[in-house]
């Protein structure tokens, strides 16, 4: 599964970004598809997990300000960031886990969100 993700750029503080991460092969829908972030100087975390449930997980630090949702036609997962704070300021990932599993086998390149105070 190869993965591109796309939609970072600089926002101002309480603005909105949607990131996109469209995805290779036949087997999306059978895939967990999480985004996760790095900031400088600090580890990877994530930030928002779909599974082929259609069940969502998200980091508290992001609950009730993004969404993480699939499109499953057009093999792509989304995340939309609202209410977007300086500490949300990251290069974003996205991931595929394998097959019907939770473990994370194929990553994208990062998109950079800036979000200016």
């Known amino acids: 599964v190869q993965l591109q993700a796309s939609g970072g750029g600089l926002v101002q503080a309480g603005g909105s970004l949607r990131l996109s991460c469209a995805a290779s092969g036949r087997t999306f829908s059978s895939l967990g598809m999480g985004w996760f972030r790095q900031a400088p100087g600090k580890e990877r975390e994530v930030v928002a997990q779909i599974y082929w449930n259609d069940i969502a997980y998200y980091a508290d630090s992001v609950k009730g300000r993004f969404t993480i949702s699939r499109d499953n036609a057009k093999n792509t997962v989304y995340l939309q960031m609202n209410s977007l704070k300086p500490e949300d300021t990251a290069v974003y990932y996205c991931?595929?886990?394998?097959?019907?599993?939770?473990?994370?086998?194929?990553w994208g390149q990062g998109t950079q969100v800036t979000v200016s105070s």
């Open positions: 991931a595929a886990t394998g097959k019907y599993t939770y473990e994370y086998e194929n």
